[in-house]
């Protein structure tokens, strides 16, 4: 029958989270993982099932933006966005399935199983929360299983909560309960991220967040062994506590002369048609596009008195991320300051999306949708409440991996992909 196995993604499991030299989780013992460029959820999940860089995959950042229309797109799930083969394809066709549960970027997937969150947005407001699956019948198959649909308010928002994982759980356990389970099944662990990034690592509720964590690994193990399945389980990036004020890039450029703007009754739009300089930042990268090389120092000029900033590098420079999704420029802040994606400074000027969850439309990454602001529907814009951001590589940033088969991780990685092509070298072997 071949090798089957389980592989756990857990947001910010990081090795900061663990205390002494040989930690477990759920009595696996943990392995050190060098840190990645970037520490982001898409880029590493990328990075993972190409057994590959994003200098070889282009999942540069949790959202790319596509200069033919000179727009940013976050959290779009194309797979085509992720460019490379993938580690399963040997396996796939010695005859063995593959399924996914809520990775990014797996709508159009080769996988045979796919479950990810795909709500509609109504013309007149509000949200008809749904799913896609493939096979199509097997969303409302596991929601039969666990007796609730998914709710997406769960998953991000003000209302994030252990409750996301708590489903993802359930319905992977229901799914390794089947008897058309796929063979290589990955699935993926939100929670975690986030009240360690509501209040940083050292706070209680990110310990008993760890602790829950810890019991939702003890289910799917006890699953995965009662269908004869190995489990590899891995994080993608360590939050780092906030260590001072956020950064602002936009309004570096604004102020610079550099990035156009649209006013719309009163509201400062962005008009990344006329900008010479844009940041899309992510947590702690921020990639600026730059249409003219020419205004390639101006725009170098304008950011580098920016405090907390690290590193403003061509993306030459940087060979995990030399690739032409990037940046013309790559900033890199020191580990616990964020950058946020503003360019205004009244809140009058704050467009209409800036109060709302809105993950497609903002033009970068915003962790205040993770906090309720002056009125119960909108979110908050004040990033001092931000209690941990990650992305930057270096020390403190290491993640962790464990695997239930010491033969199936058998050398020790020294990075992301590393471990990724171990597993698809046992997995050829089956």
Not at 23 to 42: E, K, N, Q, R
């Amino acid at each position: 029958m071949g090798k089957r196995v389980l592989v756990i993604q857990c947001a910010a499991l990081g090795r900061n989270l663990f205390q002494g030299d040989s930690p477990h989780l759920a009595d696996l013992p943990l392995h050190d993982l060098p840190s990645t460029l970037p520490g982001l959820t898409c880029p590493a999940q990328a990075s993972f099932r190409c057994a590959a860089p994003p200098s070889e995959h282009g999942m540069v950042a949790n959202g790319l933006y596509h200069r033919s229309l000179r727009k940013p797109l976050f959290w779009e799930q194309a797979s085509a966005q992720v460019q490379g083969p993938r580690i399963w394809e040997s396996y796939q066709q010695a005859g063995h399935q593959v399924g996914m549960l809520f990775w990014q970027q797996s709508l159009g997937e080769s996988a045979d199983v796919i479950l990810s969150p795909r709500p509609i947005h109504k013309h007149g407001g509000g949200m008809i929360q749904a799913c896609y699956s493939k096979p199509a019948d097997l969303h409302p198959a596991l929601c039969d299983a666990v007796g609730r649909n998914f709710n997406l308010m769960h998953y991000w928002g003000p209302l994030a909560s252990r409750k996301s994982s708590a489903w993802i759980v359930e319905s992977t356990s229901a799914l390794l309960q089947r008897p058309d389970c796929p063979d290589l099944l990955f699935t993926y662990l939100p929670h975690l991220d986030y009240d360690t990034q509501r209040f940083g690592i050292s706070h209680a509720k990110s310990a008993t967040a760890l602790q829950e964590l810890e019991q939702f690994l003890r289910t799917l193990i006890q699953a995965a062994s009662e269908q004869d399945m190995e489990v590899l389980l891995w994080g993608d990036y360590a939050m780092h506590n906030r260590s001072g004020p956020a950064l602002f890039p936009n309004r570096a450029l604004r102020e610079a002369g550099l990035l156009g703007i649209q006013n719309v009754k009163g509201m400062a739009y962005p008009d990344l048609f006329d900008a010479r300089a844009f940041a899309m930042v992510d947590h702690e990268i921020a990639h600026v596009y730059i249409p003219d090389p020419a205004d390639i120092p101006a725009a170098r000029e304008a950011l580098e008195p920016l405090e907390g900033l690290n590193a403003v590098l061509s993306r030459e420079e940087l060979p995990e991320l030399n690739h032409a999704n990037s940046g013309e420029l790559i900033l890199m802040s020191e580990p616990g300051r964020l950058m946020a994606y503003p360019w205004w400074t009244d809140p009058g000027e704050a467009p209409d999306f800036a109060t709302h969850v809105d993950i497609h439309n903002k033009p970068g990454f915003d962790p205040c949708e993770l906090f309720f602001g002056r009125f119960p529907w909108q979110v908050s814009l004040d990033t001092e409440r931000v209690g941990g951001c990650h992305g930057a590589s270096g020390p403190g940033s290491e993640t962790v991996w464990a695997c239930s088969d010491p033969n199936l991780i058998t050398e020790t990685p020294e990075s992301l992909p590393a471990l990724a092509k171990q597993l698809q070298i046992s997995l050829d072997r089956t």
